[in-house]
Every structure is written in structure tokens, then in C-alpha cells.
């Protein structure tokens, strides 16, 4: 007779558990949703600082020809082109990297990002802003976020 119990209750517990219940699926569904709310967001905002590095990275040419400038004339130059830069610097993501300066005044630097896709809706349009100042042998950059949010810049520039 014990025999014959054991049997039934080991039949019962193996007909009951054959998947999972709709309760458990839908708290994995939930699961699934929370994350993907908290991912997203953060992907597109690293989509749109890689973007912006992209600007800053095609700068580094135009900083170069404007310091190399400074020490060779001892005065700003007012345009890409009288830096000896190439007058067209656009990327992928940027529209421009232009310089400008006015007498005394240190060359600016404005990086202009594209107004299309594939430049992240949140960045289009919107500008960088690298000055030039001249130290003792040396001249250094600042970076301001112009019109871009803070939380799409380099470290270096917030």
C-alpha cells in the first residue's frame, strides 16, 4: 500500500509542473521593460557624445594650425584659411570647425554640428565653442559647451 501512494504523489507533482505560469511570464515580461526603459535613454545619450567628440577630434587640426600660426606671427588668424588649415572640416556628424578672431582678440574656434540625421535630434544645429589664449610659451585651449547640454560634452569641456 506505501508503495502505491509514493507512486501517486510522485504522478501528481509531474503533471503539475509542465512551464511556467502566465503570472511568471508577464513579471520577466515587466523585468525585461524596466530595463529597456533605463537603457535607451543612456544609449542615445552615449551616441550623442561620441557624436560631439567627433567635433572636438576634428578640431585638433585647426588647433594645431592656430598655435603654429601664433608662434610664427605673434597675432591671431581670423580664418582656416589664414591659419594654413584646410577650409573645409566637416565629419560625419559635424557641419563645420571654423575660426575666427578680430584684432588682439584670440581665435575662436566653433565647432558646428550637423542639422540632419544621423546627428542625434538632441545636438542638431548646436555649437562648440574652443578659445585660444597665449601664455608664457605655450597657448592654451578652453572648451565651452556653447549651446550643447552639458551632459553631451567631453570631460574637458564642462
Known amino acids: 500500500m ?6 501517486e504523489v510522485v ?3 509531474q503533471s503539475r509542473q509542465r ?14 521593460g524596466i530595463l ?7 544609449y542615445n545619450s552615449y551616441v550623442a557624445r561620441t557624436q560631439v567628440a567627433e ?10 594650425a592656430i598655435a603654429e600660426f ?16 584646410n577650409a573645409d572640416y566637416v565629419g560625419k556628424y559635424v557641419a563645420s570647425v571654423e575660426t575666427s578672431a578680430s584684432g588682439t582678440n584670440p581665435s575662436i574656434i566653433t565647432i558646428t554640428m550637423g542639422a540632419a540625421s544621423p546627428v ?20 592654451t585651449w578652453t572648451c565651452d559647451g556653447g549651446t550643447i547640454s552639458d551632459s553631451y560634452l567631453p570631460a574637458a569641456c564642462k
Open 55 to 64: 567635433g572636438l577630434q576634428l578640431a585638433g587640426a585647426v588647433k594645431t
Open 70 to 85: 601664433h608662434q610664427t606671427n605673434s597675432s591671431w588668424p581670423a580664418t582656416n584659411e589664414a591659419a594654413g588649415a
Open 120 to 139: 542625434s535630434t538632441d545636438i542638431q544645429g548646436k555649437t562648440i565653442t574652443i578659445t585660444a589664449a597665449a601664455g608664457t610659451g605655450a597657448i
Open 36 to 42: 529597456a526603459a533605463i537603457a535607451i535613454p543612456q
Open 11 to 13: 504522478r501528481q507533482s
Open 2 to 7: 506505501m508503495k502505491f501512494i509514493r507512486a
Open 19 to 32: 512551464g511556467f505560469t502566465l503570472i511568471e511570464l508577464m513579471i520577466v515580461v515587466a523585468i525585461i
